[in-house]
C-alpha cells in the first residue's frame, strides 16, 4: 500500500520568515503526481502547489515552492517571507497509477508568530 | 465559477437517525471524490465517481454508507443508521476526469456530530 508521511505534526515560524515542511511518500510506481494542500481553519481544502514525478524541475507557486527528490521519494513545501494567513494544517499528498485516488498525510500544523 | 457545493455545513442528530450529506461538483467536471476527515485516521477516500458510475468504494467503512450519483451535477453520501463513531468532517471534490494529473478541488465540508 501506497503511504505517504508527514513527520512534523506542528511548525511555527516567524511573520515573513521562510519555513520548510516536509513530507515522505513510499511508492514502487514510477508515474505519479505530488499535491500539496492547504486547509486553514475554515477546513476548506485549498490546493497550494502540484509536482509531477516525470518533472526533474521543482514547482513554483509565488511565495511557494517544493523540493522534489524523487530518489529520496522526498517532497518538501517551503513558504517564503511566510504571512498570517499561511496559517492552517498543510497536507501532503499523492496521486498514484492504478489507485486513481489521493492518498494524504497526516498533516502539519503551520502557525505564523506576528 | 462556484465550486464545490456541501450541504448541510453542520448536522447535528442522535444515533441511530438517518443523515444525508449533499454535494454539487464543479460543473464540467466529471470525477466526483467523498471523503471523511477525522483526527484519529485523518483524510480518507470513501468512494469516487466518474461519469456518475461509482468505480472505487472500498474506502466505504460498512454497509450503513451508501453514495449515489443520479446526475453529473448532483451526489449524496447517505448514513443509515449513524452512530456517534461516524462523527467527522465529510468532504466532497471534484476533478475535470479521473486521471493522475487532474487536481481535485475540494468543497467546504460537512461538519457532521452524531450524538
Known amino acids: 500500500a501506497q503511504t505517504v508521511t508527514q513527520s512534523q505534526p506542528e511548525m511555527s515560524v516567524q511573520e515573513a520568515e521562510t519555513v520548510t515542511l516536509s513530507c515522505t511518500y513510499d511508492t514502487s510506481e514510477s508515474d505519479y503526481y505530488l499535491f500539496w494542500y492547504k486547509q486553514p481553519p475554515s477546513r476548506q481544502m485549498i490546493l497550494v502547489i502540484r509536482q509531477e514525478a516525470y518533472k526533474q524541475q521543482n514547482a513554483t507557486e509565488n511565495r511557494f515552492s517544493v523540493n522534489f527528490q524523487k530518489a529520496a521519494k522526498s517532497f518538501s513545501l517551503k513558504i517564503s517571507d511566510s504571512q498570517l494567513g499561511d496559517a492552517a494544517m498543510y497536507f501532503c499528498?499523492?496521486?498514484?497509477?492504478?489507485?486513481?485516488?489521493?492518498?494524504f498525510g497526516q498533516g502539519t500544523r503551520l502557525t505564523i508568530n506576528p | 465559477d462556484a465550486g464545490v457545493i456541501q450541504s448541510p455545513r453542520h448536522e447535528v442528530t442522535e444515533m441511530g437517525q438517518e443523515v444525508t450529506l449533499r454535494c454539487k461538483p464543479i460543473s464540467g467536471h466529471n470525477s466526483l471524490f467523498w471523503y471523511r476527515q477525522t483526527m484519529m485516521r485523518g483524510l480518507e477516500l470513501l468512494i469516487y465517481f466518474n461519469n456518475n458510475v461509482p468505480i472505487d468504494d472500498s474506502g466505504m467503512p460498512e454497509d450503513r454508507f451508501s453514495a449515489k450519483m443520479p446526475n453529473a451535477s448532483f451526489s449524496t453520501l447517505k448514513i443509515q443508521p449513524s452512530e456517534p463513531r461516524d462523527s467527522a468532517v465529510y468532504f466532497c471534490?471534484?476533478?475535470?476526469?479521473?486521471?493522475?494529473?487532474?487536481?481535485?478541488?475540494f468543497g467546504p465540508g460537512t461538519r457532521l456530530l452524531v450524538l
Open positions: 499528498a499523492c496521486s498514484i497509477q492504478g489507485a486513481q485516488k489521493l492518498v
Open positions: 471534490a471534484s476533478s475535470f476526469g479521473i486521471n493522475l494529473q487532474e487536481t481535485q478541488y
